[in-house]
């Protein structure tokens, strides 16, 4: 425990060493395991656990299971010593060592290390995407990233497939349909012939009927004439 002096490394076992110990507790995230010679415990988290993926270090050790670990790493943080330890590189039957020039530990180690850089970056994808440059007008980039040279040719953002899929079917439906056009011409022209047969009906009526009333009209007067030329026969017999 700690009794308010900064905790040393002096009863810890060297690095790399390896030793069997007990499980004192058990997590969610690993279990705590007693080191043998000192009051400290050091912690092997699940990803050391086994060489396969451990979602529950119950399912592994219980409380009171002696196992074999691998001091892998001792840390000092707020006057407090921080063990790791690991049960994957180490033989459980025998407790040989299977990974002897360390080559896993330092892979996980790097593997870790690039892992918290990365987190600890603001990743502000959807920002450069919805930012639009002063430079060349195109979108997805700023104006201290832009290639374009003043007058060059201008690059935009490549659509997504739903993007292309959506303006593909805007299209469609705004797009006439021709069988529906033809349709309508067709009945367009079939409504002028109907049109223009009634008017050329009606013109033949009128102008048959103006020839009936010019025969009926030419008729009458001959038969007038016929008739006044009779009285002057008539009136010339009689007055002989």
Same mark, same amino acid.
């Given at each position: 425990?700690?009794?308010?002096?900064?905790?040393?490394?002096?009863? &810890?076992?060297?690095?790399?060493?390896?030793?069997? @110990?007990?499980?004192?507790?058990?997590?969610?995230?690993?279990?705590?395991?007693?080191?043998?010679?000192?009051?400290?415990? @050091? &912690?092997?988290?699940?990803?050391?656990?086994?060489?396969?993926?451990?979602?529950?270090?119950?399912?592994?050790?219980?409380?009171?299971?002696?196992?074999?670990?691998?001091?892998?790493?001792?840390?000092?943080?707020?006057?407090?010593?921080?063990?790791?330890?690991?049960?994957?590189?180490?033989?459980?039957?025998? @407790?040989?060592?299977?990974?002897?020039?360390?080559?896993?530990?330092?892979?996980?180690?790097?593997?870790?290390?690039?892992?918290?850089?990365?987190?600890?970056?603001?990743?502000? &994808?959807?920002?450069?995407?919805?930012?639009?440059?002063?430079?060349?007008?195109?979108?997805?980039?700023?104006?201290?990233?832009?290639?374009?040279?003043?007058? @060059?040719?201008?690059?935009? &953002?490549?659509?997504?497939?739903?993007?292309?899929?959506?303006?593909?079917?805007?299209?469609?439906?705004?797009?006439?349909?021709?069988? =529906?056009? $033809?349709?309508?011409? =067709?009945?367009?022209? *079939?409504? *002028?012939?109907?049109?223009?047969? *009634?008017? $050329?009906?009606?013109?033949?009526?009128?102008?048959? $009927?103006?020839?009936? =009333?010019?025969?009926?009209?030419?008729?009458?007067? $001959?038969?007038?004439?016929?008739? *006044?030329?009779?009285?002057?026969?008539?009136?010339?017999?009689?007055?002989?």
């Amino acid at each position: 425990m700690n009794s308010g002096r900064p905790e040393t490394m002096e009863n &810890l076992p060297a690095l790399y060493t390896i030793f069997q @110990g007990e499980v004192a507790m058990v997590t969610d995230y690993g279990a705590f395991i007693k080191i043998p010679g000192c009051r400290k415990q @050091g &912690l092997v988290h699940r990803t050391h656990m086994s060489s396969c993926r451990v979602d529950k270090p119950s399912e592994i050790v219980d409380v009171g299971d002696k196992v074999w670990v691998k001091l892998i790493g001792r840390e000092m943080k707020n006057d407090r010593i921080k063990v790791s330890l690991s049960m994957k590189v180490v033989n459980q039957g025998t @407790g040989k060592d299977l990974d002897p020039n360390n080559v896993i530990i330092e892979q996980e180690e790097r593997r870790r290390r690039s892992f918290q850089d990365y987190t600890g970056q603001k990743i502000t &994808l959807e920002a450069v995407l919805n930012t639009t440059c002063k430079k060349c007008g195109c979108k997805g980039h700023f104006a201290k990233d832009c290639f374009m040279q003043p007058g @060059g040719t201008k690059y935009s &953002l490549i659509p997504d497939e739903d993007e292309e899929k959506e303006e593909a079917k805007s299209a469609e439906f705004e797009k006439p349909d021709p069988t =529906k056009n $033809s349709r309508k011409r =067709k009945k367009e022209k *079939k409504k *002028k012939k109907h049109r223009d047969r *009634k008017s $050329s009906d009606s013109d033949s009526s009128d102008s048959e $009927s103006d020839t009936g =009333k010019r025969a009926r009209h030419t008729s009458k007067d $001959s038969k007038a004439a016929k008739k *006044k030329k009779k009285k002057k026969k008539h009136k010339k017999k009689h007055k002989e």
